[in-house]
């Protein structure tokens, strides 16, 4: 990725602070592709103790992994301390979940520790995947499972479009078969992806604003322009949004969806890990 395009990881933890309370009113696109990912790993058999749903967000779909994997001991892993909160909210006195704040690229887990790891829509907001492919192959066992939706290029290209001038103001995402690229590098085995198209439909430039702030989608490239966008050219480029389809506004994204399977261990450099079986259980 450019380094016009890398991610501020400050500013991603802090927009999703901000949004965890109202994510789950707008989460409509997470909804979608969590779905999809369910549908994908419903025939998987895999024998689970340790699962890691990376990216939980306000954990939607952490209680649906207990119950698809049960017995298992599930690992909710965010950016976000307040999603966290959110997250640990929903569980239930008995629940075998922990929660653990974490970037997805540097986490607290022993080689080979973990089962499955779960990943819906987190790859849009990690600046190298590389990085984030290397670490899963690094905590995930032989033969275990990593399974993820992310967005594909020809996401958001209207709202792209719409800006006329060369600063970054939406990310950029990896190209399906780049996506299989990384994770055969980092020594992932057998990928397979495929792309399902989503349209989302808004009734005006400021329902859309509304639905990207709600679920922490804003800018938080670390080469945006750090100066606040003009009234004038924010109005004009909600015009040229607008005009397209005679005031309402339609998004096409890309959605895609892969897995793969675990290779083995690689040396983790002397840093202290603890098994992600073992991290404490929060019950409040």
Request: contains cysteine.
């Amino acid at each position: 990725m450019t380094s016009q395009h890398t991610l501020n990881t400050h500013e991603v933890r802090r927009r999703f602070d901000r949004a965890a309370r109202g994510f789950d009113e707008a989460d409509f696109v997470h909804g979608v592709t969590r779905a999809g990912l369910f549908d994908r790993i419903e025939p998987v058999v895999i024998d689970a103790s340790v699962v890691v749903d990376l990216g939980c967000a306000t954990g939607s779909a952490t209680a649906l992994l207990a119950k698809r994997f049960r017995g298992a001991t599930i690992v909710a892993v965010d950016l976000s301390r307040r999603m966290l909160e959110q997250c640990r909210g929903k569980q239930g006195w008995f629940s075998k979940t922990s929660v653990v704040q974490a970037a997805a690229s540097a986490l607290p887990f022993e080689d080979q520790s973990v089962d499955v790891i779960f990943a819906n829509l987190l790859l849009p907001w990690v600046s190298d995947p590389a990085d984030l492919a290397a670490e899963i192959s690094r905590v995930l066992r032989k033969d275990g499972l990593f399974v993820f939706a992310t967005l594909g290029p020809d996401s958001l290209v209207e709202l792209r479009n719409a800006w006329l001038d060369e600063d970054a103001h939406v990310n950029r995402f990896l190209d399906m078969h780049d996506v299989g690229d990384v994770l055969v590098r980092s020594g992932l085995r057998d990928p397979v992806l495929d792309v399902d198209r989503l349209n989302v439909s808004y009734k005006s430039a400021q329902d859309l604003f509304r639905d990207l702030t709600a679920t922490g989608a804003r800018n938080s490239l670390r080469m945006r322009n750090s100066s606040l966008v003009g009234k004038q050219r924010f109005a004009a480029m909600r015009e040229r949004l607008e005009a397209a389809l005679g005031g309402r506004i339609k998004l096409n994204l890309e959605l895609v969806y892969g897995h793969c399977w675990g290779c083995g261990p690689r040396s983790s450099g002397g840093e202290v890990r603890i098994a992600a079986g073992a991290i404490p259980l929060h019950r409040e």
